[in-house]
């Protein structure tokens, strides 16, 4: 079992940023694939960002490729996004999750944090 506790949503003028961390803890929680995910009011869960167990590959959703930058620090067992440039149409709640495979499909994710809020006004 792994749990994921995220923090650091908040709200944010649009242009500003904010870093969200996800602390990891229980069996082997380093050696998963990292992702984060976000849910709008009405919309579906979607892809946002995922890293490797090693940190050497990345891959984004095209609506935050080169302003979110997704890193972890697996010493600390925890996995950062780094979110620059918001938009009012990042509002949403952010989760992290853990994966054996480097996906962007939801299902394939086994564990979930609760999430945090991040909510930017125009």
């Known amino acids: 079992q792994v749990q994921l506790v995220e923090s650091g949503g908040g709200l944010v003028q649009a242009g500003g940023s904010l870093r969200l961390s996800c602390a990891a803890s229980g069996r082997t929680s380093s050696r998963y694939v990292m992702g984060w995910f976000r849910q709008a009011p009405g919309k579906e869960r979607e892809f946002v960002a995922t890293?490797?167990?090693?940190?050497?590959?990345?891959y984004y959703a095209d609506s935050v490729k080169g302003r979110f930058t997704i890193s972890r620090d697996n010493t600390k067992n925890t996995a950062y996004l780094q979110m620059n440039s918001l938009k009012p149409e990042d509002t949403a709640i952010y989760y992290c999750?853990?994966?054996?495979?480097?996906?962007?499909?939801?299902?394939?994710?086994?564990?979930w944090g609760q999430g945090t809020q991040v909510t930017v006004s125009s």
């Open positions: 999750a853990t994966s054996y495979a480097l996906t962007m499909t939801p299902g394939d994710y086994a564990y």
């Open positions: 890293i490797s167990v090693r940190g050497s590959t990345t």
